[in-house]
């Protein structure tokens, strides 16, 4: 190694990163490409689903004190909260999908609902 202090060395690889951006970013997709099973088992895990559901709402705009709060009672929420209709989590999106309600003008959460009443809400 070039440089024994640990910030010196992380500021040459930082520089080199910039400087071979083709490089780093043909890594990344080799590196994508040979690991498909094991970057998909990662997705699988309950925290990584947790961690990409909150970043979604987040992104969608809603606005919550506390989101693992939130999200345990999305997933602990069984039936529809306007309708009691059970609540279903698939691939696909139906009528039955799980949904968060929210304010698209505040942000504000509302309730935990299927899709069907979430488009009827709007």
């Excluded at 088992?41 to 961690?51: I, Y």
């Excluded at 609540?87 to 696909?92: A, F, H, V, Y």
Aim: glycine share 2%; hydrophobic share 20%.
């Amino acid at each position: 190694m070039p440089y024994k202090d640990p910030e010196k060395r992380k500021e040459c690889k930082k520089r080199w990163a910039e400087n071979n951006k083709q490089k780093v970013k043909e890594s990344k997709r080799k590196y994508r490409e040979n690991n498909k099973e094991k970057i998909y088992e990662k997705k699988q895990t309950p925290e990584a689903k947790k961690l990409s559901r909150i970043y979604n709402w987040k992104k969608m705009g809603v606005i919550n004190d506390n989101f693992d709060e939130l999200y345990e009672k999305y997933i602990d929420t069984k039936f529809c909260e306007l309708c009691s209709v059970e609540l279903t989590e698939d691939k696909k999106t139906t009528k039955t999908t799980r949904c968060l309600d929210h304010c698209h003008e505040t942000g504000e959460f509302r309730n935990i609902v299927c899709h069907s009443c979430n488009v009827k809400i709007g």
